[in-house]
Every structure is written in structure tokens, then in C-alpha cells.
């Protein structure tokens, strides 16, 4: 019996010449669909060996076609691919962080369609830097005397401190010493520098007096780094930067801020959690700042560096900075998003990033029943869809103790089905959708789902629902 079942199978050439009347089919790389058909037969294959396929009408092409597409068609989509984020967190390190705005999209589709004047000065004819392109910009931006560029933040604190104190010790309170996403740990970093570090202060509490007793003449630097994501509350004291900018002007020490998410926006005015913006800080007197490019800034992933020109021609000049330069991409990127920042109105209205966090409640409820009133439309005999108040956050190591309010769209499958099963295949559906459980209830929220993607989140609770059958 099982020798017959084998004889039922279709060949790989079979199934190929089957496929070929698809429109998909000439869109994917053959050797893929090969491979693909290969290893649904192998599948086929283990079931009949195991007993698990015994009936010769389930190897009959009208039943195979079905799932053989369905097999191949996933096992050939990109690996790298959109998803929708319908968890609230707007800077969510593992989707991808920011969204970039439509400018920014279109400059980096232009500088990668066409040779462009990356390291081309067009008034000589002659070679230029790469770094022109942002720099006047950001320095208009953030009132630095000059700017640089790097791949991340990481980068950015890796050269300044190689650059800057390199067989010199940088002096850190003890409560700064942050470790972040992927185990970035300012005392690793600084170690791989060359830098030593000197913790200064206790965990809660860090006085001046703290930082002028372990100055001696093998100091370098004297550092800040941004909390990020985390707040010690209760019995605590840090040293303000203008009052450290003073303690380095005394005895000639450079003051170096890692700012993490710097932004150009003042949300303290929209009722959210003050942080200092990057101007305030270098208003300050900090000598060199640096702060990422995809966090709160709504930009392509980029360490940026600002501060007093003699230090940053300094970095510029380190053998270093090539290592973690950045490409095109991310340069077109940046000066379309930078360029939006120009009128800070308009940032608030084209940078993805900046309107999220700034959503009201009002407005997020009403998109929330918008589409809540669509998935009822089209599942309302599968989904119990009802609205409840939520919290979103900001995400990406910014603003962590403060919640957005928000209005989450919570559903509830049919019974023979858990939520967590809704929520694991409603990651293989086309394109995936992410969102998060709470009390019972997989809920969507809409302050990281675009108007424009709501029909897409209808067919994926669709595809789900079909696949859970």
C-alpha cells in the first residue's frame, strides 16, 4: 500500500509546470520554489511512512494544490518583511523602531535608484565628505558648533570616548552605568575604548563633591549618560549638567553627555514627562553630546554627535570613524527627516514617530471604534470585538515611567479557541500582526496602526481565523 501511496506522488517537475500559470510564480527565484516543492514532498513522504497518510484521494491533485501553494508561497516570502504593530509601543526596538516619514522614505528610494553626490563636492567638481550633507542642519538644529555622523549610538559613545580619552580615565556616577537592548553596557563600551572608568557617587546618590574628589591628572573626561530605561526614585541626588559643565570648566575637563533618544521636541508642553532636548543640552555647555537618530528623533538608525568644533574634528579624524560611518541610506534618510524639523508644526504632523506619542486620547478613541465597527463588518460571527482603556508607550528607552493613554481594540476569539493561540497565528499570516494579551482578550492598539493598515488587520484576523479551522 505504502509503495502505491509513493507512486500517487507528483514530481518536482510536476508541480513546477503546475504552477507556472500563477502570477506569483515568475516573481519568486525558481531555485527557491524547487526547493520549497521538495520539502513538502519529503513531508508527504514522512506521513505515509509513519501511517499517518493512508487514503490515495488525499495525494490527488485537487487536494494538494491548495496546501502546496499555501507551503510554497510561505516558504518563499523574504524573511525580512513588514509587520504590523498593533502592541502601542511606538519605538519597538525589535519592529524596526521608528517608522520614517514619507520624505524620508522617498529620499532613501532615490539614493539607492541612482548615483548621487554622496562624497562628490558639485560646486568643485572635486571629493567632498558625506558628512556635509547634515551637518549645517544639525547644527542649525541643536546650536552645536559642528555635527558628525556615525551607524548608532553605540558607535557614537564607542569613538568619542576613543577619540577623547583614550589611556585616560572618564569619571561616571555609579547610577548611570546603564546597560540596555542587546546588553550595551557603558563600562563594556568604555573598556573596548581604552578609556578607564571611575565610578564615582553611590546607586541613589552622586554629589559634585563625588566627582571633584577623583579628578587627579589622568582625567580625560568627565561623562553623563541618560538613564534611559529606567528611574531611580525615592532617596536620590544626581549633579546637573550645567553644574558638571562647571566642575570641568574649573579644571579644564571636557563634559561628554550621552543623551540616548535625544530629541528635537519639547513634549514637556504636551503634558508628557519632561526631557531635555538636544539644543537645551548643548545650550548648556556640554562639549560633545550624542543621542540616537531612530529613537524619539523618527529617523533611519544613526549615532549622532554634536559639540564645540575642536572636539569634533577631533572624533573626525580618529582612524575609527570610518569603521562605523554610515552609507547613503541612512545619510538621505536623515537630512529628509532633519529638513522636517525645520518647522517643528510640521515634524509633529509628518514624522510617524512624533504623531504617535502625540496622539490625544479623544482622537485614538475614535480611531479605535473605526476599527473596531470594521473587523465587526467583515468577522463579527468569529470575534467578540469590544473597546477598552488602555496605556501605550513610547518605547525604544524614552519616557519610561510615563503611559499614554490610550483606546485598545480587545477581541475575543470563539470558544476551541485560546488567545494565545489567536496571537501565535497571527504571526504567520500575510503580513503579520502583533499585538499584545490582556485580561483574556488580544488587543490591538491603534496608536501604532496606521489608518491605511486597518484593512490589512481585518485580513490577517481573517487568514488567522480560516488557519485555526
Known sequence: MADN????????????????????????PRPLVRDQANKYLDRLRDEIRKGDLTDPKELS????????????????????????????????????RSILAKEAAAAVSEACAHYSNLEFDLETGERGSRYSHVEEM??????????LVVNNNAGAVFLILDAMAKGKEVLVSRGQLVEIGGSFRIPDVMARSGAGLVEVGTTNRTHLRDYEGAITSETGALMKVHASNFR?????????????????????????EDLGSGN?????????????????????????????????????QAGIIVGRKIHIDRIKANPLNRAVRIDKMTLAALEATLRLYLDPDQAKEKIPTLKMITARPKELKKRAER???????????ELKVDLSPGVSRAGGG??????LETTLVALTPP?????????????????????????????????????????????????????EK
Request: proline residues 5%; negative net charge; glycine residues 8%.
Open 371 to 381: 476599527l473596531r465597527q470594521r473587523i465587526k463588518r467583515h468577522l463579527d460571527a
Open 5 to 28: 501511496l509513493y507512486r500517487l506522488l507528483p514530481s518536482v517537475d510536476q508541480i513546477l509546470a503546475s504552477l507556472e500559470s500563477e502570477d506569483w510564480f515568475f516573481a519568486v
Open 232 to 256: 531611580i526614585t525615592g532617596f536620590t541626588s544626581e549633579v546637573s549638567l550645567k553644574d558638571l559643565v562647571g566642575l570641568g570648566s574649573k579644571y579644564g575637563i571636557p563634559v561628554i
Open 61 to 96: 491533485w485537487e487536494k494538494l494544490q491548495n496546501p502546496l501553494r499555501a507551503f510554497i508561497l510561505s516558504g518563499t516570502r523574504p524573511h525580512f518583511r513588514r509587520v504590523l504593530n498593533g502592541t502601542g509601543v511606538v519605538i519597538h526596538t525589535n519592529l524596526g
Open 415 to 467: 470558544s476551541g479557541t485560546s488567545v494565545e493561540d489567536l496571537k501565535k497565528t497571527l504571526l504567520t499570516t500575510d503580513p503579520p500582526l502583533v499585538g499584545r494579551i490582556e485580561e483574556d482578550a488580544f488587543c490591538l492598539d491603534p496608536r501604532t496602526l496606521l489608518d491605511t493598515e486597518f484593512p490589512l488587520v481585518v485580513s490577517a484576523l481573517a487568514q488567522a481565523l480560516k488557519n
Open 264 to 300: 528635537f521636541y519639547n513634549f514637556g508642553a504636551l503634558g508628557l514627562a519632561y526631557e531635555p532636548t538636544v539644543r537645551e543640552t548643548v545650550e548648556t555647555g556640554a562639549d560633545v553630546v550624542s543621542f540616537s537618530g531612530d529613537k524619539v528623533l523618527g529617523g533611519p
Open 398 to 403: 524614552s519616557f519610561p515611567e510615563h503611559d
Open 138 to 147: 544639525l547644527c542649525r538644529l541643536t546650536g552645536a558648533e559642528a555635527a
